[in-house]
């Protein structure tokens, strides 16, 4: 099983940047997947990102490219997100989320385990 726990959330002003952690423990940590979602109020979750574990093969929702990057330190465990040029329309309740499958889906529903979220709100 995977355990995400997220972090690093937090106001920022536009423009700004913030840096979002996912420590992932578990025994099968080297076989899976890490997306990257928000939802924002009265929003549907949407994918932002992922990665795999193994090979760091890495996928963006277009709204995020050149912006947004997804990397891991594989001997901490953790993914991080590093958000940058961030817009008020960032604004939403992060989730880092991992599937024992080592390819990144961009379905929320392809994921079986979720950290709890982090507020990212962007305002100035």
């Known amino acids: 099983q995977l355990q995400p726990v997220e972090s690093g959330g937090g106001l920022v002003q536009p423009g700004g940047s913030l840096r979002l952690s996912c420590a992932a423990s578990g025994k099968d940590s080297d076989r899976y997947a890490i997306g990257w979602f928000r939802q924002a109020p009265d929003k549907a979750r949407e994918f932002v990102g992922g990665?795999?574990?193994?090979?760091?093969?890495?996928d963006y929702a277009d709204s995020v490219k050149g912006r947004f990057t997804i990397s891991r330190d594989t001997v901490k465990n953790i993914v991080y997100l590093q958000m940058n040029s961030l817009k008020p329309e960032s604004t939403a309740v992060y989730y880092c989320?991992?599937?024992?499958?080592?390819?990144?889906?961009?379905?929320?529903?392809?994921?079986?385990?979720w950290g709890q979220g982090t507020q990212v709100t962007v305002s100035s």
């Open positions: 989320a991992g599937r024992l499958v080592p390819v990144v889906s961009r379905t929320w529903r392809s994921y079986g385990y």
């Open positions: 990665i795999t574990w193994s090979g760091g093969s890495s």
